[in-house]
């Protein structure tokens, strides 16, 4: 499979403590100083939207987000062009990446803590309809790849998958990791987890 | 891949010629990739095809404290002048009379998420956009659209844009008849048409039920339709009375009517006419001029209708010019036949409150319109989906977007709306706030716009937010006025047409660039936009909150019983209400309020394109800032005499301002140019008109003409159109000066 695009969330653990606008100028911050990869472009506030997109950076390969898509706040990335590396190398980059970004803003003066993301739990997306329909043959064929991605994260390799959504959303799939690794680790990326 | 999958699977699913189009661009987006099309016939190819570009597309962008070139892997390759191959797109899909389905919206939401940034938006023209696709990736958005009859044909470039009517055709109490038919006739028979493809610039159409309400605001068209029924032999007719010439833009002018009574059947062809009378006559060299209204102005009305009539009458014969009145004009039926058609009239307030101002009676007992306000003309995919479901439950395919950028859904049983509104407020979309002035309209401004200069939906948003906070307060003559802001003087935002409306500007201020916002006030949204609001001062973008505050107040204070904001604004006059605002123009030192320097939800240092900020940061106001603000003032004298109705002492006011801001600019490089309007415009011509130094990089020559051209004729000009003209004139002309002074300080910061 050569999915058009992926995401991957993780959800903050306490949505109310974080303003979405509080990001924006670490956001344009992070454009200015290369802090996030991707080909960053600019900065999108879509804040206003109920359970929308949220603040955006918006890059050429790569989306960093505070989303709050199914009324619940994450920090997802999404790679949207250029894929690198196996299916497997995608997720889990894509997983490094949300938890880097969750350690930025916990380093922000008035972020602190509120951009804390938990670590039991991620959505993974694959955003091309055509590929990936959202229905269970889709789940047979990606399911070992997310096992592989998210087994490392996990201190006893124990992932479980199950998928949500409807045929008419994108295929979607929850990620419960139990005795996950500390975010510091999901963010050194898939070398240091091998 | 999936791009070749789905070209094969919705084979057959297309309107055959669409599907043709889209593979004839797929193979042009090919070619240019291997550099077999020139970057200019590639740019009008995908304009053509409703594929934009957005800000930032020439690589470069301001990171707020310095310009970065943004390093696309496809490098230097191009998709027209200046517009790199990998930068983000915006792709504009045409929604015809603003109707939508349910299933169109499923579709919609699915190419937001897999190609765009998730959210749908809604333009105020009625169609939606998508912002970041990928050039590569638009073939396959448009076979998915063109799947459930969608198009972006046309969209952009210089065709026929999309058509808009009002959303209230079929079911609006006060309409001569429902024009939707019509639309969608005259709609299709202009798509691709070969009299539509030799314009010289875009040609916008919309359509009206009535002549009074705002509606399809026909006035500010290129070309509008006005339906009307005449009692003829004691038999009632319907006809159309057709306008031609408006626009809002830089100059904004008026529609002048072209045909009374139209019949129906007469519409197609003498758009027809009318369509090739503008492409044989039409500017094509001068994109400025080249809008239909220049023609009809040009030409004057008379002279217009009569081209169009002998065009009409060697028009060869064709059978689409009344099919649809053959077929039948079938009315819309509702989704949900009535049950009881009693309302239940519960006391919870949320409902009411939003009962009051989002539902609108239908002329058909038992139904209503209920108006879906979407802030600042967003939705997510999420949502969309959801509002689909909403849809299918309740009104079926009767779903329309609005010009004030939101969604209305028609046919909505008056027993179904309790359990509708609880739809809605499960979703997060029953916002009391329809078409009051909370509901801020905005074009896309510096978020997208690659024209824009201050952040138009930063301020809309702003705006939006304090005053739903406070819209339990608000009075009630305030709670209906409207706000609508354009992110710069091209009003896309429809600010000329607004209660209170905004465009987007910069003013230099001890070596840095502020944002400010153009205060316009009084535009008529009535009438069919039936006159604009003039502009009264520009204020820092970080105070039009404030403004607006005092505006409201000073209005609530000072009004009549029974007075409108537009009565109200014309009784105060433009000297009382410049006064309201004066002391806000002020711009303090940097150091002491450095948040006035950066826009709306923007925290970079504000800046306008390429211009860097000087680096003479704490410097003295100077002599040309000085001048520029004194040519301001004779501008605004110019208003004030318009407005008593001396028209001659306005033009002689606006020619001055322009003088006297010409002759700023070119003080800076010959200090001691003498008082003499020929050497002043001689000078002017030659240092900054003939070098370019006066274009703007998108407008270019335009804002110096009117000066030129008012200089060579020697005299005033008598008309109160042609003062009016010139009014607005100077006031560009001004802010042209302001802009070419702002680039040579940043040149000169740069050499230094
Ligand atoms: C790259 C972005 C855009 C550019 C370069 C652009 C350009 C212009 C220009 C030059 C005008 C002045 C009038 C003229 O001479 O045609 C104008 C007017 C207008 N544009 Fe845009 N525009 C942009 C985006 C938009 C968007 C996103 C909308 C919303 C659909 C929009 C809707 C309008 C409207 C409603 C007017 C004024 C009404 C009229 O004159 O008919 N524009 N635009
Ligand atoms: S008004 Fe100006 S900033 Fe706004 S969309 Fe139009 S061109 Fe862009």
New interface residues.
Partial sequence: MNPHRISVKLYLDDPAALDAEAVVPPFHRYIREDAVGGIPIDVARYAHVVNGPGVLIIGHQLDYAIDYAEGRAGISVTRKRDPEGTLVEQVRDLATEAARLSLLLQGEDGIGDAGRVGTGEALVTILDRYEAPNDDETLVRVEPTLREAFEPLSECAAVEVTRVGGAREPFAARVAITAARPLERWAEGSAALA | ??TI??RD?LQGQMDPELAEEIEVFENQVELRKDGRVDERVFAETRLRRGVYGQ??DNGQ?H???EH?R????SGDLTKGPETLW???GMLRIKVPWGGLTPLQI?VLA?LA??YS???LHVTTRQDIQL??V?IEDMPTVMRRLAAVGMTTREACGNGVRNLTACPLSGVCRTEAFDVTPHSEALFRFLLGHPDCQDFGRKFKIAFSGCADEACGLVMMHDLGAIARVDVVDGQPVQSFDVYVGGGLGTTPHQAKLLAGQVPLGELLPTVQAVSRVFARLGEKQNRNRARIKFLVSQVGIEEFSRLVREEREILPYDPRWTAHLEDGLLPEDPARALDTGAEDDGADPAFLAWRENNVYLQRQPGYAVVTIPL??G???S??S?LLADVARRFVGDTVRTTVEQNIVFRWVRLEDLRDLHAALAE???ADPYAETIVDVTSCPGT?TCKLGISASR?LA?EL??RLAAKSGELDEAVKGLRIKVSGCFNSCGQHHVADIGFFGNSRKSGGRVVPHFQVVLGGQWQENAGSYGLAVGAIPSKRIPEVVDRITNQFVADRLPGESFLDWSGRTGRKGLAAIIEDLKQIPEYEDDPALFSDW????EFSIGDIGVGECAGEVISSTDLELSFAESIAFEAQVALEDGDIERADDRAYRSMITAARALVRTELPDVPEQDDVIVREFDTRFVETKRFQDRFAHGKFARPLLERHASGQSVATEEHARTLVEEAQLFIDAAHACQIRMAGATSATQ
């Avoid at chain 2, 939800?601 to 970079?604: I, L, Y």
Wanted: cysteine-free; aromatic content about 8%.
């Fill in positions: 891949m999936s999958g789905w699977r800000r930032y962008r990171d707020g404290v970065r943004l390093e696309f892997p990998d930068a983000p499923d699915e998420e897999e940034d998730h959210v912002h970041y990928h802030p600042l967003d939705i997510s999420g949502q989906r979703i997060g979309m978020d930063g948003g939006r937010e939800g923007n925290p970079r």
